[in-house]
């Protein structure tokens, strides 16, 4: 029950969030928020194959990507009223969350099945590069796309409707991502600690000795990197939401290191590092921005220090700076 | 005599020119140690990684309790009954003591695809993998993790993880390598302690610990066996003396 | 089929260019253990050095004597102050140290050139064309890179073949221990590697500029085309590299260029457009697919 503190705080603070801030800062504070919270759910995502797995997975924008265009090419169908497909039957487009978000996930997940399944035959340096190579095929396929805007991309004319709630509204909307995020955080919770979460860890730690024990690694990898895809898929679905826009942009390979450094900067393989390294990650580049219009000038570096000077993500760097001070003062 | 629980015929493994595995001829009954013995680089290890799967075989034939297993991958094997320890100790370095056997308890069950429940209330496993950890003499370092553990602690835990899967046969590869006398004993009177539980094939170097567990030894030299059988036929072979053991034993 | 092997001539063309950046990148892959995320950098910064000098001065060519040494010298700092540092460091740290690398340098290339795109003319002597056949000319700068491209490809197998440096560099790859003991500082080998590496890198950018716009991010673009190179040809391998850049290239240009009007045979015009840039764009991916299923370790597996 210790390990659900953290999730609590957090959760308080996000509930009162919208009360606290007002006037003109609401919209830009509510819109940042819900910016970070659909990230980390994104860093999440890649936090399971990667701090879990140990799958140094370079394309996760694709499956991101492949999820908001999901809900942009359903609702722009279902705002023409043109139908998706005429053959085998008529199947029309559509503005319900609850239809479209779940497809979302379902497209990014089979994308995620396909990839993973010729991806994880390798390991290592080709890993990277085939996933890197894959999710820029995706890319190019969006980009190819010109019925969907191609290079620029689509506007969606509303946010998805669901049910009672007024998407539109951006308070509502930041509490809708943020339960979906606390419910996404609490079923990780179990699943890390089940028995596939703790299979998958174990393959990290020692995918050799896991083979001779007799798991067969090959499936646990896939599964896990499916889950990973549908979960980063619901991730651009919120996105699509939020900006009511989506385009290629979504699924560059740029997104996809930035999904990297979101999940090493919060530390890998914790619960909750993806949501501190997204919080971190969005407003560096917040403040960065605000700063210089150079600023990936100073980013740049900043992740070759970190590599090279604090590998364990920020976590270990404050917690390594607290241990130490809690040391000194012992001594 | 009844089939035995391991067949291995002409048995080839090359890397590149070099034959590591050359003809190899082993029968294991039910319940036997059979050690082999050789100089370094006589293609005892590789013997242990064909047999397990991780390497595969250019030609021949693994049978395990009559069924062929030449072509089936590392775990369907393990699956079967078969499991390993490694030269270097190969264990999971962040898990618990405990926590590793009981994934290689869990390893036994049909599937691993659990998502709500916590393995670690799982009683019935942690049983088990108490047990073993028992059997080896481990249950004090039970919650450490094992990357904490010293050397023959390591490999202690690896035979754990071997013993909870109720294995036929157990592949050990010099299991006393790198230990100091005190460990090396501890080691083999757990061996000891198993014989005619299980088969078990052994590679080792010290020769005190394989004439004291052994009922069968096959000596390979350059890829080859070169002679089989009871440890005191072994003793008295003059091609065994010259080839191997004259070294050693003189 | 005049435009046949102009496409083929077009697809040659850019698989020696990937293979410049290809040769180098799986040297470092295979020796150094090391993913380098920022050799599209160093292909960037060539061009961009190039087309400066040669706009200032007016001479192609002396913007490539130029910028290859150049080039080299970055590299080399990048080796010695960054990247010697991750040699032991796990696969995931590289990604990332080399991933800001490239913000860092496509954001100092922005600074120092602007954010437009620079054109770069090719020496005014290789600007006519090749009558390569009767009737069918082909563009002289193209050729020369094709020409240029082989030769570089020859120079690159008797050096890792027939020389002393090709020898350790091969040596290095398998055995450290044996390298040193021969008397030679493996640091300084990796980092000369490394050199050897941007410069190739360079001349790919440096050749590739007029043909290509030089603008910030043209790295990357072909960084992932010459992963999809080394993934097909495998790891470590000059020779797979060099069968992957062709392959890749020529897949890639025959399908941009024919993929749409094949189509038309089978569907409405229309789609067939669509459906074939689709499917153009996405070709040299489903080759590489086909590859790892057949064989995932590429077609010339350097360590078997």
């Keep these: 029950m210790r390990d659900l503190w953290p999730l609590a705080l957090v959760l308080l603070a996000a509930l009162a969030l919208p009360f606290v801030v007002a006037g003109m800062d609401l919209a830009y504070v509510v819109g940042i928020a819900t910016r970070i919270m659909i990230y980390a759910l994104a860093g999440i995502s890649l936090n399971l194959i990667l701090g879990y797995g140990g799958m140094v997975s370079f394309g996760h924008a694709a499956f991101f990507g492949t999820g908001a265009y999901v809900v942009g090419i359903l609702s722009t169908h279902a705002t023409y009223g043109e139908p998706l497909t005429t053959w085998p039957f008529e199947v029309g487009g559509t503005e319900q969350a609850l239809i479209a978000w779940p497809l979302a996930m379902l497209a990014a997940g089979l994308l995620a099945l396909v990839i993973g399944a010729l991806s994880l035959r390798t390991a290592g340096l080709y890993f990277i590069m085939i996933t890197l190579a894959f999710a820029q095929m995706i890319f190019f396929f969006f980009v190819s796309l010109q019925a969907y805007g191609g290079e620029d991309g689509l506007s969606l004319f509303a946010r998805s409707q669901a049910g009672p709630l007024d998407l539109g509204d951006d308070r509502q909307f930041y509490y809708l991502v943020l339960a979906l995020l606390a419910l996404v955080l609490f079923l990780k919770s179990r699943l890390i600690e089940a028995r596939f979460g703790r299979v998958l860890q174990g393959i990290r730690d020692n995918e050799r000795r896991m083979r001779a024990l007799g798991y067969p690694t090959y499936r646990y990898k896939l599964v896990a990197f499916v889950i990973s895809g549908a979960l980063a898929g619901l991730a651009g679905a919120l996105i699509a939401n939020q900006t009511e826009f989506v385009s290629p942009a979504f699924l560059d390979w740029p997104r996809s290191g930035d999904f990297i450094v979101i999940v090493v900067l919060g530390g890998m393989g914790r619960l909750y590092g993806p949501l501190a390294g997204a919080a971190l990650f969005l407003l560096l580049e917040e403040v960065l921005a605000a700063w210089t219009e150079h600023w990936m000038i100073i980013l740049g570096p900043i992740l070759v220090l970190l590599v090279l000077y604090a590998r364990g993500g920020v976590w270990d760097l404050i917690a390594g700076r607290l241990s130490r001070r809690k040391a000194g003062a012992d001594g | ?250 | ?304």
Excluded at chain 3, 293 to 303: E, Q, S, V
């Design chain 3, 1 to 304: 089929m005049l435009l046949l092997i102009e496409q083929v001539l077009n697809g040659l063309q850019l698989g020696v260019t990937l293979f410049l950046l290809a040769a180098g990148l799986t040297l470092v892959l295979g020796i150094m253990n090391l993913v380098n995320l920022a050799h599209g950098s160093l292909y960037m910064v060539g061009a961009f050095i190039c087309a400066s000098v040669a706009g200032a001065t007016g001479s192609f060519l002396l913007g490539l004597v130029v910028a290859l040494p150049a080039t080299a010298l970055v590299g080399m700092a990048v080796e010695l102050v960054v990247l010697r540092r991750l040699y032991a460091r796990d696969h995931l740290d590289q990604v990332l140290a080399t991933f800001g690398l490239i913000l860092f340098f496509n954001e100092l290339v922005r600074i120092l050139w602007g954010p437009r795109a620079l054109f770069l003319d090719g020496p005014s002597w290789l600007s006519g064309t090749v009558e390569i056949l009767p009737g069918i000319p082909y563009p002289a700068f193209r050729l020369a890179i094709i020409v240029l491209g082989l030769a570089v490809a020859l120079f690159l197998a008797w050096l890792t073949t027939r020389t002393r440096l090709g020898m350790l560099i091969r040596a290095g790859a398998s055995n450290r221990e044996m390298v040193s003991a021969l008397g030679v500082d493996v640091r300084w080998l990796y980092t000369l590697v490394f050199g050897i590496g941007a410069m190739l890198a360079a001349l790919a950018g440096v050749m590739a500029g007029p043909i290509y716009a030089v603008e910030v991010g043209m790295g990357e673009s072909i960084l992932i085309l010459t992963f999809v190179v080394i993934v097909i040809g495998g790891i470590g391998s000059i020779r797979g590299a060099f069968v992957g850049s062709l392959l890749v290239g020529v897949v890639d240009t025959l399908g941009r260029a024919f993929l749409p009007g094949l189509l038309k045979l089978f569907l409405m015009p229309a789609t067939a457009d669509g459906v074939g840039a689709s499917l153009a764009s996405m070709a040299i991916y489903i080759l590489m697919a086909a590859v790892l299923i057949w064989r995932p370790r590429g077609l010339f597996p350097a360590h078997a």
């Design chain 2, 1 to 250: 005599m009844a089939e035995p629980l391991l067949q291995v015929e002409g048995l080839v493994k090359a890397y590149g020119a070099v034959r590591a595995c050359d003809g190899v001829a082993l029968q294991i009954a039910a319940g036997q140690i059979h050690a082999v013995i050789g100089p370094n680089g006589a293609g005892k290890t590789t013997l242990i990684g064909v047999i397990a799967g991780e390497l595969p075989a250019e030609a021949g034939i693994i049978r395990l309790a009559g069924r062929a297993i030449t072509r089936s991958p590392v775990q369907a094997r393990a699956k079967q009954g078969l499991a390993r320890t490694y030269q270097i100790t190969s264990v999971l370095p962040r898990f618990s003591a405990l926590d590793n056997v009981v994934l290689a308890a869990l390893a036994q069950q049909r599937h691993a695809f659990g998502f709500w429940r916590p393995l670690r209330r799982e009683a019935a496993l942690a049983e088990r993998a108490a047990a073993a950890l028992a059997r080896v003499g481990l249950e004090a370092e039970r919650d450490r993790p094992a990357a904490t553990l010293a050397h023959g602690q390591q490999r202690q835990l690896e035979i754990a993880m071997a013993l909870v899967a109720e294995p036929k046969l157990l592949l050990l590869d010099e299991p006393t390598a790198g230990m100091g006398p005190e460990d090396s004993a501890r080691i083999v009177a757990l061996l000891k302690a198993l014989k005619g539980g299980l088969a078990i094939l052994l590679v080792e170097h010290d020769m005190d610990a394989v004439f004291a567990l052994a009922d069968r030894i096959t000596v390979m030299v350059n890829g080859r066996p070169i002679a089989s059988g009871p440890p005191a036929a072994i003793r008295a072979d003059a091609e065994v003396r010259r080839a191997y053991l004259g070294e050693d034993a003189a």
